[in-house]
Structure formats: C-alpha cells, structure tokens
C-alpha cells in the first residue's frame, strides 16, 4: 500500500518568512494530494490539493508543487502570519478515478509562526 | 462543501464499556468515512460507511470492535466497543460530497478511555 513521509516533524519560523513542508510518498500510481491544517481542538481543514496532471498550484500565501518522477510534493506558505500555527499533514491516494476519500496521511508537521 | 457535526465532541469512558459517535451531515454525501487519530499522531482510516449494507473495513480493524451505521446518505454511527485505554483517541467522520470531490472532516470526538 501507499507509504508517505513527512519532514520536518516540527517548523518554527519567525512571522513574514516562509515556510515549506516537504512529503515523499511511494506509489507511482498516486494521483491525488491534499493538504490539511488542523488547529487544536478541530478536525483537519483542506487547504489545498494537487492532481498528479498539474506540477505546481497556488491560492493566495499557499503553493503545493509536485515531481512526480521524484515522488515528492510540498506545501509552501510564504508571508507567514502567527495564524498559520498549527499541525499540518499532507496526504495521497491512488484514487483510480473513483473515491479520494481513503487517504494516507503524512506524520504532521508543527508549525509555529513567532511574532 | 457540507457541514459535519459530530456527536459527543468529547468523552471520558470507563474501561470495558461502549461508545456511540454519531456523524450528521447537512446535506446529502456521496461516500462517508470513519478516521482515527492516536494522540500526537497522524489519522488513520477505519472504514467506510456504506449506505445501507455492512462498512468496508481497513486492515487492522474489524466490525466487532468498531460497528458502523449508515442508515441514509446524511447520517453515520460509529461504536467503539469494549473500550481500554488503547482506543483513546480522536474519532474523526469525514465527507466526500460527490465522487471525486475533497475530503472534507468533522471536528471529532476525542475519547478518552480510563
């Protein structure tokens, strides 16, 4: 099955730097890769997705870029601001067309946005 | 994308006992799912919750110890049963509106089991 790590366990940053995750994942044939943000006491919250036919989307402070030949994507927050502190993972499924609901989750990221 | 509200929002059980997690969504969903999340770690997914036959079961699960409902395409239970301390944890249902389409979570039930 599919295997994904995640790194750093832990980011602290100083507020109005960047900030970037980085998760490798093992199957080829995965093609769908979300990123969520989980603050405490809340479930995970989607902030952004990939699909394997696009290398790089951004909306507003958040990009996720993806190399597929390298199996390997990552979540950029430029501008960081205190708010942005939270626990975030990353995650991917071969979806073969049909559900994306059975992911497999990165280990998580601290990050901590100083001000 | 649809709201999730999960009941209890959090509990503290006794050992041996059971615990029914109730997931209502305000809109009809395609696929409803059941996730894990040890304290500290990442999520993990039980099931899935079928409309009206028996979940789909992840490896290392099993109905006995984690029963699931899904009577229509709103609604899903959860039951943690025979709880020990082990099954402490966050108890996350999840959506996806219509095939394809973002998985979208509850705030969960955290659990804890003394």
């Keep these: 099955g599919e295997n994904v790590e995640q790194h750093p366990s832990t980011l602290s940053v100083q507020e109005g730097d960047s900030a970037v995750i980085k998760c490798t994942y093992s199957d080829s044939a995965s093609n769908y890769f979300p990123w969520y943000k989980q603050e405490l006491g809340k479930g995970p919250q989607l902030i952004i997705d990939i699909r394997s036919n696009v290398g790089e989307k951004k909306d507003q402070r958040i990009a996720v870029t993806l190399n597929k030949t390298a199996k390997h994507f990552s979540l950029h927050i430029t501008e960081t601001q205190p708010e942005d502190s939270a626990v975030y993972f990353c995650a991917a499924i071969n979806a073969g067309g049909t559900s994306y609901g059975k992911l497999t989750f990165g280990q998580g990221t601290i990050l901590t946005v100083h001000p | ?114």
């Design chain 2, 1 to 114: 994308s649809a709201v999730i509200s999960q009941k209890p929002s959090r509990d503290i059980c006794q050992r041996g006992t059971s615990l029914t997690i109730q997931c209502q969504v305000d809109s009809q969903v395609t696929m409803m799912f059941w996730y894990r999340q040890q304290p500290g770690q990442s999520l993990t997914l039980i099931a899935t919750a079928n409309q009206g036959s028996e979940a789909t079961y992840e490896s290392g699960f099993v109905i006995d110890k984690f029963p699931i409902s899904r009577p229509n395409l709103t609604f899903s239970t959860l039951t943690v049963s025979n709880m020990s301390p082990e099954d402490s944890s966050i108890y996350l249902c999840s959506v996806e509106d219509r095939l394809g389409s973002p998985l979208h979570f509850g705030n969960g039930t955290r659990l804890t089991v003394t």
